[in-house]
């Protein structure tokens, strides 16, 4: 993108880099907010982008951490999306390039008009609002670097058993954090869980939960229990999103075996809702659900926040515990590439992030995020209806 640049912010530190130029339309007084995850972990918290797409200005962000060799899948979600009718204004996101160790892998603009919206109060599908990247790095780690810290939530274990059902959940915190049960078959698995990781945020936290469930196929229910709202539309039973507790389930599978069927799903009020999932044959499997509509990447190590609690198996929750002990692994499934010594890098895609927009506004397809949910072709919204 042509037209200035400004100061480069730096977030974190270690021997890559991931180098973002970023512009937005801003809207109602409020720029634009992103955030980046790396193999389904974020990196530092929420950026705020103040350079004007239409005044052609471009703002840098350094992503710095100690990525390692192989394939990584960079994900730029887009949190505070707006568009409400009869208010002016369009708040927009612009990924205007990216490269990674100084390598360049694009230099074209990706909008993303949108933020995460889910079935079913999405009638479009899924809607992940991000831009999607993909990397090969082929550098060493310099030997005793640290693990990358990461702000998303470390995975919780429940329950005790020779499966493991593993749940990807995430959440709309409002005055609190949401809290769901799990049933397997009818019979509820540990106690209430919380999940802390934000939707909008491009997050979901892993809750594997074990049991011995057998094998064939299983009714997986999940309960939202604490649904809260502060505000509504006058006149109306529909909520302020930006005062309204939600549930996210991103995804599950079961020992290993193939992601269930419609999910992502959101739990707008307090209920539960089921789903069919068939056991693999891995009882030991990690997280096998892709974090963000595509596969995650190399191995490489987390640190998790020391404010990030676990769970342990019968369900409580604990907090402050040292940031070693949260430590988890991403794993890649994405085939193995054989590198030369120099590093390759490949074209991005996107997910959900390049709906047509010949009004240079979040037209088509799109939703509003942060006052409202927009419905398809900038009509009605749809919004979270409660009774």
């Keep these: 993108m042509s037209g200035s640049t400004t ?4 977030i974190g530190s270690g021997s890559d880099n991931i180098t973002l130029n ?51 899948t960079i994900a730029v979600t887009f949190t505070n999306n707006f568009i409400y009718p009869g208010v002016a204004g369009d708040r927009n996101l612009f990924v205007d390039g990216l490269s990674y160790d100084g390598q360049t892998i694009s230099n074209s603009t990706t909008p993303i008009y949108e933020s995460p919206f889910f079935p079913p109060n999405s009638t479009e599908g899924n809607v992940y609002g991000n831009a999607i990247y993909t990397v090969n790095d082929t550098t ?13 939530p470390g995975a919780v274990s429940v329950g005790s058993g020779a499966d493991t059902l593993v749940l990807n959940m995430a959440e709309n915190p409002y005055l609190g954090d949401a809290q769901f049960t799990v049933s397997v078959d009818g019979q509820q698995i540990g106690g ?22 057998g094998s064939g196929n299983h009714t997986v229910s999940v309960a939202f229990v604490n649904d809260k709202i502060g505000d509504f539309y006058p006149g109306t039973q529909l ?16 020992d290993g075996g193939a992601p269930a069927s419609n999910t992502p799903w959101e739990l707008a009020s307090d209920g539960s809702n089921s789903w069919s999932v068939t056991a693999g044959s891995n009882p030991t499997a990690g ?19 020391a404010s990030t609690p676990t769970t342990a198996a019968g369900g409580s929750t604990t907090t402050g ?30 997910t959900a992030s390049t709906v047509p927009d010949s009004a240079g506004s979040s037209g088509g397809s799109n939703h509003s995020w942060w006052i409202s949910h927009q419905s398809a072709n900038d009509q009605a919204p749809a919004w979270h209806q409660h009774a």
Excluded: C, K, W
């Excluded at 007084?29 to 980046?36: E, H």
């Design 321 to 350: 515990l040292p940031a070693v002990a949260n430590t988890t692994s991403v794993t890649d499934t994405t085939p193995t590439v054989t590198s030369p010594t120099t590093q390759d890098f490949s074209a991005p895609t996107t």
């Design 287 to 305: 997280d096998t659900i892709p974090a963000s509509g595509s596969g995650s990447g190399s191995s490489m190590s987390f640190v998790a926040s």
């Design 7 to 10: 100061n480069n912010t730096v």
């Design 22 to 72: 970023m512009s937005e339309d801003q809207a109602v007084g409020t720029d634009a907010q992103f955030t980046v995850n790396v193999d389904g972990q974020q990196i530092g918290g929420v950026q705020t982008v103040t350079a004007s797409h239409a005044a052609g200005q471009d703002q840098s962000f350094t992503f710095a951490g100690n990525y390692a060799p192989g394939a990584h």
């Design 192 to 213: 209430t869980q919380t999940t802390t990781a934000d939707v909008a945020q491009g997050q979901q936290q892993e809750f594997d939960v074990h049991g011995s469930f």
């Design 239 to 254: 909520a302020v999103d930006t005062t309204d507790r939600n549930l996210y389930v991103m995804g599950m599978s079961l």
């Design 140 to 152: 060493a780690v310099p030997d005793n670097a640290p693990s990358t810290p990461t702000t998303t």
